[in-house]
């Protein structure tokens, strides 16, 4: 249904099934040249695009494994009695400054800054060292020479250069790096600080929707992210189904909203599940700035900064599942917190459903798709072939019936190449590339 058709470009597996081995992030820098993936084992991996290959010109570079480091271990909080998880919840990268590449990984309490650097020479020939780097007896030393550098297998450099801890009660749930590639934030329930780059021993508290008596909580922060342009800009999502859009030019605590942006319930619709299939798991700016995407249970909706009464765009994503809420909250699937992602143009949206299936709508033609990440699905330069799922009567060849779906397979964390027709699906422990189909 898209002028846009996606090939199985690479496929990344990993080694073995278990728990850890779960993807729990995925993001492309701002090149898209890398693509890191973080697991619930605390490691991450870095995958680098290979450059095109001269002999096929119309073959794209495939992206293939550039690093692997543990980036969180598991720990535990004595005052509290509680075990802290390695599980990697966020990645983000820093706008490229020189050769090396920064990045900022997160588990529910501590964020990493980690340098990636890499080195092709090594120094040889020192005057007070010997070649294993023990420094020699200077009596020994009758003659100087100079230092030099000689060529060796590339080997890349992983470095935790800051750690910044101690300063959520409550899990982080994302983390976003400012405009001015100084400052970053980090929000969790009830709590969103403010992290200059350079500083780890303190951050500021810019929101802050603990009520005195917990008893009176009614709403927790699930998402937060800043304007892409706009470095006094944010926003946050909360389990209401509402954003807020803070200024932090009108005061040091953004409590207080500039935007409240909430769509209107309708009391006929109104049940028992309402409220939480209603809490938003995902909040993005477009590129532009000018629109932000959300991803609740069901829907994913577009809305526009200047209009806060009702979304620009709403997109179900997975409507044939609201009849059976009842059996997705006894097995807990009805809290499952799914992703979304903008394609480079804005003008394409993606997010992730159950049975390995992710959505793609074309914001232009109102055309909508259904892919599946699968191996079968998913041979090299295979076309992916469209999806459609049925409620009942008459079934086409290839149509699923909903009651077949495999809720254990889920698409949770997607991500799009920020300038190319590019994608990178996260399907439990495997990680599907696919990109632009080539004529």
């Keep these: 249904m898209f002028t846009v058709q ?127 780097g023990r420094i020699k007896d200077l009596s020994t030393v009758t003659s100087l020479q100079v230092p030099v550098l000689k060529p060796m297998d590339l080997m890349v450099e992983v470095s935790p250069r800051r750690v910044f801890a101690n300063a959520h009660t409550y899990h982080v749930n994302s983390i976003s790096v400012n405009s001015d590639h100084e400052t970053y934030m980090s929000a969790d329930d009830l709590r969103i600080n403010l992290w200059h780059l350079g500083i780890t021993d303190r951050s500021f508290n810019i929101v802050d929707i603990k009520p005195v008596n917990m008893e009176d909580l009614t709403e927790v922060i699930t998402a937060a992210e800043f304007h892409p342009h706009h470095c006094n800009l944010l926003v946050y999502s909360s389990s209401k189904g509402t954003l807020r859009l803070c200024d932090m030019r009108e005061a040091a605590l953004c409590d207080k909203h500039s935007k409240l942006f909430e769509e209107p319930e309708d009391p006929s619709n109104r049940s028992f599940f309402s409220e939480i299939i209603s809490s938003v798991s995902d909040v993005k700016f477009s590129h532009s700035g000018r629109y932000l995407l959300t991803r609740d249970y069901l829907t994913a909706k577009v809305w526009d900064l200047n209009m806060e009464n009702k979304p620009l765009e709403i997109y179900q994503v997975h409507d044939y599942l609201r009849s059976k809420l009842c059996s997705l909250y006894e097995n807990d699937c009805i809290f499952d917190k799914f992703e979304c992602a903008w ?76 300038t190319e027709n590019i994608i990178a699906i996260a399907a439990t422990n495997n990680l599907y590339i696919f990109q632009d189909k080539f004529n």
């Design 6 to 132: 996606f090939v199985a470009g690479h496929q990344c597996c990993r080694s073995m099934s278990e728990a850890t081995d779960i993807i729990s992030t995925v993001e492309f820098n701002h090149t898209g040249e890398l693509l890191a993936t973080g697991d619930k084992g605390g490691r991450v991996v870095i995958f680098q695009r290979e450059p095109e290959c001269k002999t096929e010109p119309y073959s794209q570079g495939e992206y293939n494994v550039y690093s692997t480091f543990q980036s969180h271990e598991p720990e535990f909080d004595y005052l509290k009695s509680l075990e802290i998880e390695e599980k990697i919840n966020k990645i983000r990268w820093l706008p490229q400054q020189n050769a090396a590449h920064f990045l900022l990984s997160t588990n529910d309490k501590t964020i990493k800054l980690w340098k990636v650097s890499e080195r092709d020479k090594r120094p040889e020939g020192y005057n007070l060292k010997d070649e294993e």
């Design 343 to 418: 394609n480079g143009s804005d003008s394409v949206i993606m997010t992730g459903a159950y049975n390995n299936f992710f959505r793609m709508f074309d914001r232009n033609t109102k055309r909508d798709v259904t892919l599946e990440a699968s191996r079968e699905s998913s041979k090299p330069r295979a076309v992916l072939k469209p999806r459609r799922v049925c409620q009942g009567g008459k079934r086409r060849k290839d149509d699923i019936s909903v009651d077949s779906l495999d809720f254990t397979k889920k698409i949770l964390h997607t991500a799009w190449h920020p």
